[in-house]
Every structure is written in C-alpha cells, then in structure tokens.
C-alpha cells in the first residue's frame, strides 16, 4: 500500500532550528511536497524536489532522498507565526498526492 | 489577483439534507481536486477533474458528487448518504498532472457542521 509517515507532533524554541522528517512508500514517484497549514486554513505550498538534494528557500529547505523513501523540511531561525503544521505528500505514478497526517510544531518562546 | 475561492466558510446543515460547496478558481487551472480533512489525519481525496465534463472518484467518494461545467468551477455536492459528513472541505487546482509543475494550490476551505 502506499503510506506517508511524519512525527505528530515537535516542539522547538523561538530562533533555533528544527527538521521535520518524513518517509514515504508509493507506487511510483512524481516529486515529494511539503505544505504548511495554520490552525483553521488552508495549506500553503512550501516546496517541491524530484532530485536528491537539498533545496533552499529563504529560512526553509528541503532534502529529498528518492534511494531511501526519505525527506525533511528544515526550519531556521525559528519564528512564533511557524506555530503550524507541516504536510508532507508525494505525488505517485498516477499523479496522485499521498498526503501524511500533518507534523504540529508548536514554538515556545 | 488570481487564486481559489470557496463559499460558504462556515455551513451548518441538518441531518437528510443535500449541501453544496462552491469552489471556483481564476488560475486558468485545468485539474481541479475537492479534499476532506478530518482532525488528527491526512487529506483525503474525494473527487478530482483533469478537464472540462470530465471527473473521476478518489478514494471516499461515496455519498458526494460533482460536476465540471466550466473550466473555473467545481462544486461538491455532499449528499444524505453520506454518514459522517462533519468535516474540513478543501479544493484545490493545479495544472494537468504531468505538465511540469504539479503544485496544488488550496482555496480557504469550507468547515461543515451537521446538526
């Protein structure tokens, strides 16, 4: 079957740095997404990687590792609006996303 | 300013009664998506069209229907069959899968209540 596993829940303090990991098994595969979802509304796209390696954005980046099923989302500089949680889904042979249950990361002063 | 509406926000509907969700998108999209999100889990896919007058069932598409007239517009219909239609109701558009980017933008969402 086809599965996505990230933790629950992570918590992380205001200006430090936390990764968030996430493993995936498809049938196929199309790309690897993470989102970001504040309480109430709707995700917002972070990132998207096909390749290994690690892509940067700003205070984000994302690693993907296609041999090992494996991706993460780092977070830098850590800011209280990051009080959310993080999607994690990959798109299979069929286009399909595969979404994960959500990360919450709540941020502590 | 281009993006995904959805209306109502908040929709309180008694128990045997049909509702229907609004989602309209000026991205120029032509794959459209409906999600459901329950607490505590993931999206689930419950309808999505790659093109007009076309659409094809997700994974729990019982007890809802669609239709896609026109390109900008994709309503969900959830029905009385459906048993446990509380729920957090989410489109999405995105460009044909396959096509180079298949980044799926989400309109507001629309949260169900059933009395």
């Known amino acids: 079957g086809q599965n996505i596993d990230q933790p629950t829940e992570m918590t992380a303090t205001e200006g430090a740095i936390v990764q968030i990991n996430c493993t995936y098994q498809?049938?196929?595969?199309?790309?690897l997404f993470w989102y970001q979802q504040h309480a109430g509304e709707a995700p917002t796209f972070l990132s998207y990687n096909v390749l290994d390696g690690l892509e940067e954005k700003g205070r984000f980046s994302s690693f993907l590792s296609r041999s090992k099923g494996y991706s993460y989302l780092l977070l830098k500089e850590l800011q209280m609006k990051d009080s959310a949680s993080y999607l994690c889904a990959a798109l299979d042979s069929n286009y399909q996303l595969i979404w994960g249950a959500g990360t919450k990361l709540i941020i502590k002063p | 300013d281009g993006g995904i509406t959805q209306s109502p926000k908040y929709l309180f509907r008694k128990e045997g009664q049909n509702v229907t969700l609004s989602c309209e998108q000026n991205l120029n999209h032509d794959a459209m998506y409906w999600y459901r999100q329950d607490p505590g889990q993931g999206l689930r896919l419950i309808y999505y069209s790659q093109i007009v007058n076309d659409f094809q069932k997700g994974d729990i598409a019982e007890g809802y229907s669609v239709s896609r007239e026109k390109k900008e517009s994709f309503p969900l219909t959830v029905t009385s069959a459906q048993k446990n239609p509380t729920a957090f109701y989410l489109c999405?558009?995105?460009?044909?899968?396959?096509?180079?980017?298949?980044?799926?933008?989400f309109g507001p969402g629309t949260r169900l209540t059933v009395l």
């Open positions: 999405a558009s995105s460009m044909p899968p396959g096509q180079g980017t298949d980044t799926q933008y």
């Open positions: 498809t049938s196929g595969f199309n790309g």
